[in-house]
């Protein structure tokens, strides 16, 4: 009978051993599932870096482009205001001419493209110069 708790004992001893292995395994077969999803992870980390990378260069680049056209369009900007003035120069002499041949305001508004305001202007400024000359001439 005294064989029989040092049996038992070593059984035991025995199923613990082989339980422990068996965890050992399982916690084996965890870890490489483990090590294999973290480098599925770290790939797809890898790949994000390069997205964001790529991303930042497009920004970049847009960025420069943006600048570049900001950039024309004030040149062109200028450049149309400077046509503008030449064009409202050259519509303020026609409407100087018309009115010294003894247009109406209303025909410098249609025909020069000037506003009201501009065309009495012109009128009070211009207009009696064409009445004195034709006085002028009448005598």
């Not at 599925?40 to 994000?48: G, K, L, P, R």
């Amino acid at each position: 009978m005294t064989n029989e708790p040092e049996l038992m004992l070593a059984l035991v001893a025995g199923s613990v051993v082989v339980m422990a292995l068996g965890f050992a395994a399982i916690a084996l077969r965890s870890q490489r599932r483990l090590r294999a999803r973290l480098a599925a992870c770290e790939q797809s980390i890898a790949q994000v870096e390069q997205a964001i990378q790529s991303s930042a260069a497009l920004f970049a680049d847009t960025e420069a482009r943006l600048t570049a056209t900001r950039e024309q369009m004030d040149q062109l900007v200028m450049r149309q205001g400077a046509i503008d003035a030449t064009g409202h120069k050259a519509a303020f002499q026609q409407a100087i001419a018309l009115m010294r041949r003894g247009a109406s305001a209303a025909e410098l508004v249609s025909v020069c493209g000037v506003s009201q305001g501009e065309a009495r202007l012109i009128e009070t400024m211009y207009g009696g110069q064409s009445i004195g000359a034709a006085e002028v001439r009448a005598n």
